[in-house]
């Protein structure tokens, strides 16, 4: 791999990572609340389309981590 091509998969990842941000947050907000259907609905939804191939997995656990990072009086 190239410099550029390393950059560029960084810069990828990056704003991956950006973009999944309000997603998660929604997520973690009415996770508590919503039903199955209603979360595969959110999930096929537009917004959540460039993650369609992502395993369930590495969603829950993003979700984990923030949950994990986030100090307990903002919960």
């Known amino acids: 791999m190239t410099t550029v091509e390393r950059i560029r998969r960084q810069f990828q990842d990056a704003l991956g990572e950006l973009e999944m941000r309000p997603l998660l947050e929604r997520l973690e907000q009415d996770l508590s609340s919503l039903s199955l259907k209603e979360l595969g609905e959110l999930l096929k939804s537009p917004a959540a389309r460039p993650w369609a191939n992502l ?3 590495v969603l829950l656990d ?8 986030t100090p307990r009086s903002t919960r």
Not at 62 to 69: C, E, G, P, T, V
């Open 55 to 57: 395993p369930a997995s």
């Open 62 to 69: 993003q979700l984990s981590k923030k949950r994990a990072s």
